[in-house]
């Protein structure tokens, strides 16, 4: 299993929803990253987690809540979402450390949110 | 100063013909380098690796100077299939912060 699997793959949601986007991967990846993008603009980093721990938040607003309950999955909770945050959410894997080796990065399909 | 640059194009091309994208980076930090290549609608999926050395992969060809903080992609006999974006990515030092560049369009026409 090479694959980064994310669902859902489409989202709508109101502001006053809480919703939860889910990230698996079975490569045995031991680093795990949430990214956001938006229309014709490249991924901006959210997150980044190392050994299922949290070691990159790159300031993002408390609205958006990530989780890494076991080394397979990355979750990220939702709620109070404004309409700017419709985007592209993409998940991530990589097989070192953040940082460590030269290994690529594998990406999931993306959840694609709007928020109405 | 955007930390990775690269020219957003569109760069439109006609099928067969050799085109050429280049990336700068700011930090001197960067420790990894990368060309992805993104579909419409679709996620962004590794093209390959770059190296100091040069690597190249059947019509794709990367390079790396370090000294001048620079990467370039060159793509040969270009096919109608290679129309896509190019993002310039970057690994931050031992962060594991994968900074893209803006991508750059490609549209290679019949």
């Known amino acids: 299993d090479t694959e980064v699997t994310q669902t859902p793959k489409h989202l709508v949601m109101g502001m006053t929803n809480k919703k939860s986007l889910k990230c698996e991967q079975h490569?045995?990846?031991?680093?795990m990253y949430w990214y956001k993008q938006k229309a014709k603009k490249p991924p901006e980093l959210m997150f980044v987690y190392s050994y299922e721990k949290l070691s990159i938040n790159e300031s993002v607003p408390s609205r958006f809540s990530p989780e890494c309950p076991n080394s397979s999955l990355l979750n990220l909770h939702l709620h109070a979402l404004q309409p700017e945050d419709s985007a592209l959410y993409l998940c991530?894997?990589?097989?070192?450390?953040?940082?460590?080796?030269?290994?690529?990065?594998?990406f999931g399909s993306g959840t694609r949110l709007t928020v109405v | 100063r955007k930390e990775v640059e690269q020219d957003p194009g569109p760069f439109n091309v006609p099928e067969g013909a050799t085109v050429a994208f280049n990336c700068t980076y700011s930090?001197?930090?960067?420790?990894?380098f990368f060309w992805y290549r993104q579909d419409c609608r679709k996620e962004p999926k590794l093209l390959m690796s770059v190296y100091s050395s040069g690597n190249e992969d059947g019509r794709f060809t990367a390079q790396l100077n370090r000294a001048s903080q620079y990467i370039s992609l060159l793509i040969r006999d270009s096919k109608l299939s290679d129309s896509a974006t190019y993002l310039c990515v970057v690994i931050l030092g031992n962060t594991g912060k994968l900074i893209f560049g803006q991508g750059t369009t490609l549209q290679v026409k019949p």
């Open positions: 991530a894997s990589s097989q070192d450390s953040p940082g460590q080796g030269a290994g690529g990065y594998t």
């Open positions: 930090n001197s930090a960067s420790q990894s």
């Open positions: 490569m045995g990846h031991r680093a």
